[in-house]
């Protein structure tokens, strides 16, 4: 039987293994951060992401949409505080500059 193992860390601590027939190996590691510091920024950029990606899905600009994807989803794959507002930051610098073109 194939395992797809996902464990769902806070901290370091392993809280949950999920078997799945899918998928042999442990492909994905989904760690969550339950730091308020981190769920904020994700809120922060991932409402920001959601308003480039409608900008750019009404204008047609590929650019927007793609920053505003990159803003949605990356909090959920980065675990570290530092990285995630990092990151955001550096993507909001990309968007400013890139956002009519």
Partial sequence: MFFFDVKVTV???????VPCGLCSGPLLWLRM???PYQLLAGLIFGTIGWGAFSYG?????????????????????????WLVWGFG???LVVLWFHHDA
């Fill in 11 to 17: 901290g370091v601590r392993v809280l949950e293994q």
């Fill in 33 to 35: 951060s339950l730091d």
């Fill in 57 to 81: 899905r009404k204008l047609e600009l590929w650019k927007p949409k793609a920053i505003g994807v990159a803003l949605m989803v990356y909090p959920y794959v980065l675990s570290q505080t």
């Fill in 89 to 91: 930051v550096a993507l």
